[in-house]
T-cell receptor
Framework: DGGITQSPKYLFRKEGQNVTLSCEQNLNHDAMYWYRQDPGQGLRLIYYSQIVNDFQKGDIAEGYSVSREKKESFPLTVTSAQKNPTAFYLC???????????FGSGTRLTVV | DAKTTQPTSMDCAEGRAANLPCNHSTISGNEYVYWYRQIHSQGPQYIIHGLKNNETNEMASLIITEDRKSSTLILPHATLRDTAVYYCIVREAQGGSEKLVFGKGTKLTV
C-alpha cells in the first residue's frame, strides 16, 4: 500500500546537536511538506518542496534545513540554531498542490 | 492567519450525529472548504472538501450555506474512534502557492 513514512516515531537528542528526521513517500507525489506542532496548537509550516531539487521556506524555517534530492524523500534537519526544538514534527505530501495532503504519523522530538 | 472560526470543543454521544460548525465569512469565490481531522499523536487525515454544493463521502457530509459564509461537517453516527481534533480550512483547490493553514480546530469528544 502506498503511504508516507516518518522515522523514528520518538527521538531524543542532547541540546546543541543537529538531528535529521526522515520522511519517505511512495505515493508518487510531487509536493512534500514539513510541519511543526506544539501542544494544544495547530500546525505550522516549516519548509515545503513542490518539485525535486527545489524547496521554499515556510512560516518558521529558522533553525531548520531540508533537501529534496529524490522525489520520494524530504529529510528535515533540526539544527542547533533552533531555539525550542522539542515538538511533534509532521511530514506530508500531495499530488501537485496543497489541497489533499497525506500526512505521516509524525516524529516526536525531545531535546534534553 | 486562519480564515476560519471553529468552537474550541464539542461533545457527542456515541451513535448520534456530530455536527461541527465552521465560520468562514471572508471566503472568496474560488476558495474551497476543506476538513481534516487529527487523532491524538497522529498525522492529520483528509476528510472532505467542497466549493458550494453539499458533498458526501464514506466518512462524512459537508453542508455549505448558500452564502458560503459557513459550513457544517456531519459525522452521521459518531463512534469512539471519531474522537479527534477537526480542522476546517479554506483555500484555493488548484495550484497557487497558498498554504494549508491549520488553526486550533475543534476537539470533538465522543
Amino acid at each position: 500500500d502506498g503511504g508516507i513514512t516518518q522515522s523514528p516515531k520518538y527521538l531524543f537528542r542532547k541540546e546543541g546537536q543537529n538531528v535529521t528526521l526522515s520522511c519517505e513517500q511512495n505515493l508518487n507525489h510531487d509536493a512534500m511538506y514539513w510541519y511543526r506542532q506544539d501542544p494544544g496548537q495547530g500546525l505550522r509550516l516549516i519548509y515545503y518542496s513542490q518539485i525535486v531539487n527545489d524547496f521554499q521556506k515556510g512560516d518558521i524555517a529558522e533553525g531548520y534545513s531540508v533537501s529534496r534530492e529524490k522525489k520520494e524523500s524530504f529529510p528535515l534537519t533540526v539544527t542547533s540554531a533552533q531555539k525550542n526544538p522539542t515538538a511533534f514534527y509532521l511530514c506530508a505530501s500531495s499530488i501537485t498542490d496543497w489541497s489533499q495532503s497525506t500526512f505521516g504519523s509524525g516524529t516526536r522530538l525531545t531535546v534534553v | 492567519d486562519a480564515k476560519t472560526t471553529q468552537p474550541t470543543s464539542m461533545d457527542c454521544a456515541e451513535g448520534r450525529a456530530a455536527n461541527l460548525p465552521c465560520n468562514h465569512s471572508t471566503i472568496s469565490g474560488n476558495e474551497y472548504v476543506y476538513w481534516y481531522r487529527q487523532i491524538h499523536s497522529q498525522g492529520p487525515q483528509y476528510i472532505i472538501h467542497g466549493l458550494k454544493n453539499n458533498e458526501t463521502n464514506e466518512m462524512a457530509s459537508l453542508i455549505i450555506t448558500e452564502d458560503r459564509k459557513s459550513s457544517t461537517l456531519i459525522l452521521p453516527h459518531a463512534t469512539l474512534r471519531d474522537t479527534a481534533v477537526y480542522y476546517c480550512i479554506v483555500r484555493e483547490a488548484q495550484g497557487g502557492s497558498e498554504k494549508l493553514v491549520f488553526g486550533k480546530g475543534t476537539k470533538l469528544t465522543v
